[in-house]
């Protein structure tokens, strides 16, 4: 069930309609955040500027998403707050991932006093819904981008714990595991040389879907003003920004909303993909 | 002891232990952060006597373990400190509070199951039809798009455009609510046998339980599909269809109940979502429930409040996922539930 090379695996995962949609939606999001400067149309309007005399117009040839309220081209906006979600995505699981990975391979394999410890540690955090304790983080700190990605770094590590230390517990009964015990390999060594290679496949399809899933619950927190502050770009405080002004000037709530879903399902259709094709647990 | 209850009471002092750890986790963030809790209360006018004052009070002044103690103390007595931002017993507040969500979440749950359940067992006994194909699109764009984008599209549809529901708030403003008794709108109309609020609490309801549920609605069809055709491969249901029993049958009384197990058991951690989503929700629509009490004292940082209001939220989810574990056991008899998940 490896991930590269011209498997079997592979051939699935490009017959998969739905994988490969996501796979181009997620291509189309990464491309247009990579290249904001290049695509965007107004590459200025990503900062505090306005034009008045083009406020609030509705989609067209010039503007081809419609301008925001302070005459802002929408569509460089949602280019810049994909470059900024992705960012702040990739910092949370590049955290997250390791810690509770760390902590699920020791609380999978050590002895069940370790165990007891570390997964009650993972059960308090996960007692409290991720939205909420994110939020809460947020609120004792002052929000700002910075301070919502330490916040969702925070809720996002146990559910690494948890999956790790399914993988390890299933893993830690298989051959391999014992053969390296019995000549004596070091417990370092077992955990990170053994196990984890084959806890890879579902700890990668997992950050896949996650990374659509970040951004999800960060655009929910800047929703309701605990993330990114203007004038910076942002999914959620741009859908909040546009409700104020619906149902006439629609297209400030409706796109946003859009390229939410774009790049949450793009993510999701991906991972989905890439599970059905490595055919793994968890 | 039977089994059952013994394996209850574990789960019962597994939470209280979570419970106790999230009152730490919590109160060591609210008491590790920069900024002077009772500076930010009294605002920048106070003199440094007053914010010395209040500091006292408090016991701010104190080393956190003492103040942590303290906390406890109080805590089991049932009082959960003070806001900062009502002025009044964060106990009091949340009391306010907490049944406009609860109703909210229930209802969500509700949808979640009567929509979600149907959706997915049609999905897997149509499979590959077209009709399969739009559900299972309709359920992962529902699960990628979060609450409040929901909240906001159904508001703008049937509120602002097509006016077929209310846009905001619990109840029209010039009808009287029923007198309060469990502080849910709906029980209490009921119980005061007034109709006409009862219909419109639920006119205010239905988007607000939609937009929250619609996360849950995709992910329950998604999984009901992939329980049932994993269940349609087993052997016992190849039998039946050996046997000739009618097809309706065959779903009904063999395949439904054991595919219903691991759908209840990600409902349980669905819960979760409901309740941190409800903060969305309750946002757009203007809903006065906790979680708009919840925001607000996030702003203003009333941490014996945010520490209060998190405490009973994490005690609501692992209320409900014992409950759901319950459930579970009785679907299916092979889990008499061996005391704690791994």
Known sequence: MTLVSDSAEWRAFWRNPSALTGLALVALVVLAALFADVVAPYPGHAGPVGDFAAMSAGPSAQYLLGTDTIGRDLLTRLIFAYRLSLEMAIVVLAIAAPIGVAVGLLGGYLGPAWSYALM?????????????????ITGFLEPSAIHGMMAITMMWWPWYARLAYNLTRAEKQEGYVLAA?????????????????????????????????????ASSMSFLGLGAQAPTPDLGSMVADGARYMPDAWWLTVFPALAILIVVMGFNLLGDGLREAADVRG | MSPLLRALIHRLVASVVVLIGVSMLMFAIARVIPGDPARIALGPNATEAQVQALRHERRLDQPIPLQYWAYVRELARGNLGNSLYSNRPVRVDVAQYLPATLELIFAAGMLMVLIGLPAGVLSARYRGRWGDHIGRVGSIMAVSTPAFVWGVILQLMFAYLWRLFPIEGRLTAALAPPPTVTGFVLIDSILGRDGRTFFDALHHLALPALALAMAGIGQTSRLTRASMIETYRKPFIEMAHAYGFPEWKIA?????????????????????????????????????????????????????AIVGTVLIIAAAFLIANIVVDLLVAVVNPRIRFAGERS
């Open chain 1, 181 to 217: 015990e019995t000549v004596g390999a070091s417990t370092p060594h077992i955990l990170f040389r053994e196990i984890l290679p084959n806890c890879m496949p579902a700890i990668l399809t997992k950050m896949t879907i996650d990374v659509g899933f970040v951004i999800l619950i």
């Open chain 2, 252 to 304: 009904r009384r063999y395949a439904f109940r054991p595919a219903l197990v691991p759908v209840l058991t990600i409902l349980g951690l669905d819960i979760a979502a409901l309740l941190g989503n409800a903060f969305l929700v309750e946002s757009v629509f203007g809903w006065p429930g906790l979680s708009h009490y919840g925001v607000e004292v996030i702003l203003h940082k009333d941490l014996d």
């Open chain 1, 120 to 136: 009650r540690l993972t059960d308090v955090f996960l007692a409290i819904p991720p939205l909420v304790l994110a939020m809460s």
